[in-house]
């Protein structure tokens, strides 16, 4: 499987610890992105990176929330002090990025992790 | 600021019941457009795209047409199927980076 694949799918976890969940892009993609999606709603952008820099971080990502992407490969994202607010699916996705000479530039998404936070 | 929005379900149909969810956008520039789908449990699938005006993105016998003159991106299949109940969401992309969605329309197709 050459998609973009997302570790682990579920996580339960007790208010207060720390989370990290992990994303692997398809491997020729430079963009990487994360986004969270709340039930009945659609996902909404939290940060992205281009190849290892990461260029935008949405207001949703408070000073709790922090994301990798070291070697410009696979990213992982860490929730510091989770609230139950937090619950959420958390998606990643990846694309080639406009100026790698392709049209193809829409965005691939895994599967998500689901974080329950009690 | 750019944005999508589509119309609130649940949709509710009987199988082989034509389909139609509407999509219109706000977006400075010239947005490609898309559709994706999410089954129950899982990730967004891309399902169709348009890049430019008057294209139509088709897949799976869904389609839909990117209208400028009327910002929308309509999304239609002439008859749905069981396998077709999920959530679809409208999506744009600027000349940016991010994908900005609608908030998704669920569609349910009876036996």
């Known amino acids: 499987d050459t998609g973009v694949s997302q570790n682990p799918r579920h996580k339960i976890t007790k208010r207060g610890q720390n989370v990290t969940f992990r994303c692997d892009p398809i491997?020729?993609?430079?963009?990487l992105y994360w986004y969270r999606q709340t039930l009945g709603q659609g996902p909404e952008f939290l940060t992205y990176?281009?190849?290892?820099?990461?260029?935008?971080k949405s207001r949703l990502l408070s000073d709790r929330f922090s994301a990798e992407r070291p070697k410009g490969s696979f990213s992982t994202l860490e929730i510091q002090r989770t609230e139950q607010g937090d619950s959420a699916m958390y998606l990643c996705?990846?694309?080639?990025?406009?100026?790698?000479?392709?049209?193809?530039?829409?965005?691939?998404f895994g599967q998500g992790t689901r974080l329950t936070v009690v | 600021g750019n944005s999508v929005t589509q119309m609130e379900g649940p949709v509710t149909l009987s199988e082989e019941a034509f389909l139609t969810i509407n999509c219109t956008y706000t977006?400075?520039?010239?947005?490609?457009l898309f559709w994706y789908v999410q089954y129950p449990g899982e990730g967004l699938q891309l399902l169709l795209k348009a890049t430019k005006a008057d294209d139509k993105g088709s897949n799976k016998g869904f389609e839909a047409t990117y209208r400028k003159e009327t910002t929308s991106f309509h999304l239609e299949k002439g008859s749905v199927q069981v396998s077709d109940s999920a959530v679809y969401f409208c999506a744009l992309k600027t000349g940016g980076f991010k994908t900005i969605f609608g908030a998704g329309t669920r569609l349910f197709v009876k036996a």
């Open positions: 977006a400075t520039g010239y947005p490609s």
């Open positions: 491997s020729e993609h430079n963009r």
């Open positions: 990176f281009q190849n290892e820099a990461q260029l935008e």
């Open positions: 996705a990846s694309s080639l990025g406009a100026g790698t000479g392709t049209m193809n530039t829409e965005a691939f």
